[in-house]
């Protein structure tokens, strides 16, 4: 199942680097505005899609708005703005496109790549590795990345209200052995901040609990979501928070995002980015070495470089392990130990990330 951002809420839950040119077209609208409205103005169609960037009719288009009947569209024009209009081939895009190719049974594709059901505990807990649990906080994301290994996750059975994370905060309390929260979903920031300042502070509440991951990639897609209601609740926390992004390229990290890492770091937040190697958007050495150049110029940290999770309909984004070994090889040539992500793959059951290189 897909879920939008606004099944659950009237409030939601759900190349080169550097800022790209704003689109000079009529339908683009106008300015920053709260995040709470930057969501509800997404694009929600190719058709939609196309427009807002000019793109030519001779282009990918196909079956395009049938795999967006299965998996929507949903693209904030804040992340669309970083897009080159006219340009099929610009990464961002890419991330975003709904193929053809996504249509197409391919073997060794599933529904559960990573073994999430396997791994719940209680409804909306999952855990997988020793010492740390996740919270899925929100059923809903404010973009729909097409490579998204939880595309078909039953987000329907998941808790929405507070109070439905009873069980799982009880799970939590009873075991002693779990150090660290992971607040995902979906993402955690298309919730309302009274939510989850709530919600942390039950967690504080159980004494073994030490440190909070925040697993979002919204500071990347609508900056202005980093306001001052958030940046209050993780400055009040005792726990030891680590707020990792996820940006795939240099163009997403335009100026604006930047200056928002800067707020999270004030806050008190170590920054880290998981990316993910997708074909024909960051499978080349400049691409992977202009992201990493940037995020330490963003004085975020270069994580994890993750394999591709092989969720059905997104096959045409993998990238060969071997080729993948080769461009680590060739960062670590070029960049400094700290600016070198770890190259992994996430395996059902497996007790934590495999790496590769």
């Not at 930057?38 to 694009?43: D, F």
Request: glycine share 6%; aromatic share 8%; with cysteine.
């Amino acid at each position: 199942m897909v879920n939008s951002p606004w099944q659950v809420e009237t409030s939601p839950q759900a190349g080169s680097p550097g800022p790209q040119p704003s689109l000079p077209t009529a339908a683009s609208p106008p300015g920053e505005v709260p995040w709470q409205q930057a969501l509800a103005r997404a694009i929600r169609s190719p058709e939609e899609l196309c427009r807002a960037l000019r793109l030519p009719s001779a282009g990918p288009q196909g079956r395009a708005v049938q795999a967006a009947r299965h998996f929507p569209v949903f693209v904030p024009w804040e992340y669309v703005r970083r897009m080159r209009p006219g340009c099929w081939d610009d990464p961002l895009l890419k991330q975003v496109w709904p193929a053809a190719q996504e249509d197409r049974p391919q073997a060794g594709y599933g529904p559960d790549p990573v073994g999430d059901l396997a791994a719940r505990r209680a409804p909306g807990l999952l855990q997988k590795y020793q010492g740390r649990a996740l919270l899925l906080a929100s059923t809903c994301c404010a973009v729909h990345c097409r490579y998204c290994f939880r595309r078909e996750f039953p987000y329907q059975e998941q808790p929405q209200a507070l109070r439905q994370f009873q069980p799982a905060l009880e799970q939590l309390a009873a075991d002693h052995s779990v150090r660290e929260v992971i607040l995902s979903g979906g993402d955690p920031l298309v919730r309302p901040d009274g939510f989850l300042a709530s919600l942390v502070e039950q967690l504080e509440r159980i004494e073994h609990l030490q440190w909070l991951r925040i697993h979002t990639r919204l500071p990347v897609l609508i900056p202005q979501r980093v306001c001052p209601e958030l940046l209050a609740w993780l400055k009040s926390t005792r726990f030891t928070v680590a707020v990792v992004l996820h940006a795939n390229h240099a163009q997403e990290l335009d100026a604006q995002v930047e200056r928002t890492c800067r707020k999270l770091q004030r806050a008190g937040a170590v920054l880290l980015n998981q990316a993910v190697l997708l074909r024909g958007i960051n499978d080349s050495v400049p691409a992977l070495e202009a992201l990493c150049r940037r995020l330490v110029d963003c004085r975020v940290v270069p994580y994890y470089l993750h394999q591709l999770d092989r969720v059905q309909g997104a096959a045409h984004f993998e990238v060969p392990v071997e080729q993948g070994q080769a461009l680590m090889e060739q960062l670590r040539r070029r960049l400094p130990g700290y600016a070198v992500p770890r190259y992994v793959q996430e395996q059902s059951g497996a007790e934590y990330k495999l790496p590769l290189a």
